[in-house]
């Protein structure tokens, strides 16, 4: 423990017998991060919790108030004492199994505060505040108490009193896609009630990002404004009204506030990772990052259907042909929906005719497990509910034992459905319609979660609830959906996906978490096929969205034979990692543009993706991650001089050039374009090889 810990929890400890003497009166009570970046002062005013927060000696958080309030009129916001606090410093550094950063160091202060309520009830709850040098996450713990036999929350209190007007980028809650928008910035003046992670800066450049950790057996928090620039915890409800429903002892979710001076900074903050539990899984060797194909993408065009019939998808041929294609490039999975009777008909509407063990009489199940094991390819089963998750949880085992028989590597969960219209049965018998973000669904997903755990399949969830960390409680919990993904640009009547969606989501959906983007389109406009929409974007930047866009499961999600015409760019594909050492944020502004680089996990090379908005621009970028005394080949994959996303999307080039860490490359990018580059430490046999080469130009 330094001095400066030694003084605080010394001073915390008379704060503490102050507390127990003189019940009522105002006391406050400090925390510092390590490194005293920031500070947090914890006040209870004639007996009302409230907290502050400062950023080198400035304020960022003002007065802001704290507690719940219960069914029956109990209120756990007001008339508390302090019954004791407690100050412990903690760090550590704690390896991914996988990631984009290996290593993580875990160090804050943590700050207890236990409270009591005076009168006759004395009922008892606790606050812990974990004091990071990038933020602060807390939550609330309610012990076992006699005066309290369950907890049913009807609000939560907690607000987060920004003192600035900041500028915020968000997508509404409470609409029926669910977190499927195109993110919107406004000053926080002008929203309503949006989804987290909220991310804003405020007049003076810092950046903050108010999320959620550890989201387990409680309702998703969303946040409503009050006044100007006050935000309060909005808790999804349940169907009666009432927002969480426990028994004790229970803890609520950690409320996250990250603070950076840029927002790049707001990217390698693994405040939210920290916040949970170690990992339940202790052999983790099943869980292997990678690359998969599938059929999706000639579905979602409508060259092949879901359902059965003339034009069905998922026949046991077609999956061959996948199988073949993954196992020629080396990629570790092949995804097949529409395998399974029930998708005839309104599937939307008729989620609960869904089988999960049953498939069409077209797709051989045995012979195509035992077809991938023979090319080292492993299976990626398709569950998608229809969001009728009664009938999913009746046939949950079954499913799951039938992909472990087989041998697959993973499943997909989907849950299309719209608004609030998740069917559930209550105590009485009676049909009920819950939000997707409620606590009946936090709960749902979290039993799919474990349940595949204990099947050893990875986990890839769509029309998910979002990240909050659990990945690293649960690491089969690969990657997640929760936003507009690359299918929009398939079928939305909005035109899809604008150029610069992508370079919002790395600063806003992706702090939560992975992200099943689904890139790789390399046919960008399939005018047959769909003549009314098109991907907005250059080919250069979909290779570059391997590196920008982070999940550890990355689709190769065009049909194989549309990478034909385009095989030294297909390479990139081929080369790049999904898993990796460590990751540095280059440069940055949201909705403009990113350069992220990351270093392949076990290995040498570097590779680097870099995107823009629908403004052409040319990015100085410093090579100084790279390893000192050491010369690289960098194989740069870039909009060619005459590429727009609008009239010539598919042209790129091919340059290869030698770099060091010394070295400033510029990046040129095309309108809605990109550039992606590999950087391999060169010995003499690899140069020469590499020289040999002969690189088509396009």
Known sequence: MNNRSQLLATFLSLGSILACLSPGVAQEVRVQSPHGNLELVFNLREGVPTYTMQRQGKDIIGESQLGVALANGIDLDKDFEIASTSQT?????????????????????????????????????????????????????????????????MDERTEFNLIDDCSAWWIPAYDKERYEYLYQNTSVSKI??????????????????????????????????????KLKADLVPWSDGTKVKATLPHVSPWRTIQVADNAGDLITSYLNLNLNEPSKIKDTSWIKPGKYVGIWWELHLGRTTWGSGEHHGATTQNVKRYIDFAAQNGFNGVLVE??????????????????????????????????????????IGHHETGGAVLNYESQLQDAMDLYQKYGYAGVKT???????????????????????????????????????ARHKLMLDVHEPIKETGLRRTYPN??????????EYD???????????????????????????????????????????????????????????????????????ENYEPYQDAFQFIVDVPTDWEETRVLNGAIGDFITIARKERGGQDWFLGAITDEADRTLEVPLAFLDRNRT???????????????????????????????????????????????????????????????????
């Not at 250059?538 to 590196?547: E, P, S, W």
């Open 89 to 153: 410093p903690h760090e550590e550094t704690w390896i991914q199994p996988w990631g984009e950063q290996r290593q993580i160091l875990n160090a804050y202060n943590e700050l207890q505060i236990n409270l009591r309520q005076q009168g006759a009830q004395a009922r008892e709850m606790a606050i812990v505040f974990r004091l990071f040098e990038d933020g602060v996450g807390f939550r609330y713990e309610w012990p076992e108490q006699l005066n309290l036999p369950s907890l049913v929350i």
């Open 338 to 379: 529409g395998w399974n009777q029930g998708w005839d008909g309104d599937w939307i509407t008729n989620g609960d005719q869904f089988s999960f063990t049953k498939p069409y009489p077209d797709f051989n199940i045995e012979e195509l497990a035992n077809y991938a094991k023979s090319k080292n390819v492993s299976l």
């Open 477 to 486: 919990m690969m990657t997640r959906e929760g936003a507009r993904g690359q």
């Open 632 to 698: 690289y080949l960098a194989t740069i994959y870039r909009d060619a001089d005459d590429a727009d996303w609008q009239t010539e999307p598919t042209k790129y080039t091919i340059d290869r050039v030698e770099v060091t860490s010394q070295t400033v490359l510029p990046l040129r990018l095309a309108a809605g374009g990109g550039q992606a580059i590999s950087f391999q430490p060169q010995d003499a046999q690899r140069i020469s090889q590499q020289r040999a080469a002969a690189v088509p130009k396009k």
């Open 192 to 229: 309503e009630k949006v989804h987290t992670p909220l991310t804003m800066s405020t007049p003076d450049g810092i950046y903050l990002s108010i999320h959620e950790a550890a989201l387990v057996d409680y309702a998703s928090m969303t946040l409503a404004r009050e006044g100007d620039h």
């Open 414 to 452: 989907g849950y299309v459905n719209y608004g609030q219209n998740i069917k559930r049965i209550d105590e009485n018998g009676v049909e009920c319609r819950e939000w997707h973000h409620g606590q009946f669904m936090v709960n749902h997903y979290q039993r799919v979660l474990e349940e595949a």
């Open 490 to 560: 398939a079928w939305s009547a909005d035109g899809g996906n604008p150029p610069n969606h992508t370079t919002i989501l790395p600063f806003t959906r992706l702090l939560a978490g992975p992200m099943d983007y689904t890139p790789g389109i390399f046919d960008l406009l399939y005018e047959e096929a769909r003549p009314d929409n098109r991907v907005n974007g250059t080919l250069a930047k979909q290779l570059a969205l391997y590196v920008v866009i982070y999940s550890p499961l990355q689709m190769v999600a065009d049909v194989p």
